[in-house]
Nanobody, 123 residues
Framework: VQLQASGGGLVQAGGSLRLSCAIS????????MGWFRRAPGKEREFVAA????????YYERTVRGRVTISRDNANNAVYLHMISLKPEDTAVYYC?????????????????WGQGTLVTVSS
């Protein structure tokens, strides 16, 4: 399984971005997906997760209401739509995949990671 994140860039505070993650490999619908980020000088942190079917989502508290995770199982892709961006959202954003037989969301225990895409929010 290989993950390729894209869509990062420079945006002004208050702006929006949609990150994409393309996944290669069979049975994409067997994987719960997540987005994480690592801000400069900080540990990697969980941002959002979506279940295998897409029916369940979960968000980290500080992004709730500003971020939407979605997936397209027919096209092996997961997305992170972010609005009302703040300078503190500046980070490298990573997508991750977790093989699971359950249709739930996870904030830990991911098996595969993408290379990350940089989001920079200017004030």
């Amino acid at each position: 399984v290989q993950l390729q994140a894209s869509g990062g860039g420079l945006v002004q505070a208050g702006g929006s971005l949609r990150l994409s993650c393309a996944i290669s490999g069979p049975t994409f619908s067997s994987y719960a997906m997540g987005w994480f980020r690592r801000a400069p000088g900080k540990e990697r942190e969980f941002v959002a997760a979506i279940s295998r079917s897409g029916s369940d989502t979960y968000y980290e508290r500080t992004v709730r209401g500003r971020v939407t995770i979605s997936r397209d199982n027919a096209n092996n892709a997961v997305y992170l739509h972010m609005i009302s961006l703040k300078p503190e959202d500046t980070a490298v954003y990573y997508c991750a995949a977790k093989f699971t037989v359950y249709d739930g969301t996870y904030h830990t225990g991911y098996d595969y990671w993408g290379q990350g895409t940089l989001v920079t929010v200017s004030s």
